[in-house]
């Protein structure tokens, strides 16, 4: 299983000494940009399940190859 945390900078030292005791955890850290990637594809996709649920309106795929 996967799992994402997302900790205060302050107790995240702490928190990952902890997690490295446990020989069935590994850690891998992001780097600020994948990061920001990650949380881009999150949004996308929540965006998506809004507009398939009809409760927000989507935009034509013309339109969005206009502003390109």
Do not use: H, N, S
Not at 3 to 25: F, H, M, N, S, T
Not at 36 to 64: S, W, Y
Request: charged letters at 40%.
């Amino acid at each position: 299983m996967k799992v994402l945390l997302d900790i205060k900078d302050d107790k995240a030292p702490y928190l990952l000494e902890v997690l490295k005791g446990l020989r069935y955890v590994k850690i891998k850290t992001l780097t600020p940009y994948k990061a920001k990637v990650l949380e881009d594809v999150k949004q996308a996709v929540e965006e998506m399940k809004l507009i398939k649920a009809g409760k927000l309106k989507g935009r034509k795929a013309e339109d969005l190859f206009d502003e390109l």
